[in-house]
């Protein structure tokens, strides 16, 4: 390999480190902020706390962050 194409890789894998760290950090803060609303429903009673778990999964569920790591499609 020569240099332009070593420096080439190198730029194109740190492109897909920080793509793959904005993912991780998104998911990250989805994950933190379900568990804050999971145990904050904890004094509710069932019947409505089940509905609220509901919400809150179809919420992160249609999440951009969330979407757009669990909905892409891997290159062949």
Known sequence: MITAQIEGENTQM???LYRLLKKY????NLIRDLKIEYVDSKVYP???RYTM???MI???MRHP???EVC???DPV
């Open 65 to 67: 962050d969330y979407m």
């Open 58 to 60: 179809k919420s992160i």
């Open 71 to 73: 909905h892409e499609v």
């Open 46 to 48: 069932i019947v409505p």
């Open 25 to 28: 950090t998104g998911l990250r």
């Open 14 to 16: 740190t492109n897909d």
């Open 53 to 55: 778990l509901k919400d």
